[in-house]
């Protein structure tokens, strides 16, 4: 199973693809395949940043070939501007997986963080930590927005059975 994980945003859209495979001795195990950002100006028409954020996923999605993509949901916090920003991201990838039949999943942070760390109060540093460990990374990914949406494709993957994930059910 291939999962792509988005850490939806306006000017920063991290993304991050992780395979779920058996190994020889049957035990399943996690792989990074990939993992980065998508970056938009802020000179840029909100629409024309929208329309890159779509363009990015849309090719990750063609590279990658996904079973399911997994979106880090809305946190409002204090400001609505930026959450209506995030929202916005999160409608440019939602729109490219619709494109595409590529099945969504959304998780809060909380619930990310519960299922990488063991508690949905985990700092930026130990999801990081973990991240780097569950997938076997030599070095942790290269920003926050990635690390962010490789644990929130940690969270699908590991939340999905494992004979539903082998036999490739989400397609």
């Known amino acids: 199973m291939i999962v792509l ?8 859209t991290g993304y991050g693809v992780i ?15 990939d993992g980065g950002v998508i970056e938009t100006s802020a000179s840029m028409s909100a629409e024309a940043r929208l329309a890159e954020i779509h363009a990015g996923i849309d090719a990750l ?15 409002f916090g204090q400001n609505a501007r930026t959450a209506f920003a995030v929202g916005q991201g999160r409608g440019a990838a939602m729109l490219a997986a619709g494109q595409r039949r590529v099945p969504c999943a959304s998780y809060t942070p909380q619930q990310v963080k519960s299922a990488v760390c063991g508690s949905g109060r985990a700092g930026k540093e130990q999801v990081a ?6 997938l076997g990374l030599a ?12 644990a929130v494709a940690v969270c699908h993957a590991n939340r999905m059975p494992s004979s539903r994930a082998s036999a490739g059910a989400l397609r």
């Open 5 to 12: 994980g988005i850490d939806p945003g306006l000017a920063s």
């Open 19 to 33: 395979a779920r495979e058996r190994t020889a001795s049957g035990e399943e195990r996690l792989l990074a395949l």
């Open 61 to 75: 999605l063609l590279a990658h070939q996904p079973d399911a993509v997994a979106l880090e949901e809305l946190y």
């Open 129 to 134: 930590r973990m991240v780097t460990m569950l």
């Open 139 to 150: 070095q942790g990914p290269p920003s926050d927005h990635a690390t962010d949406a490789l």
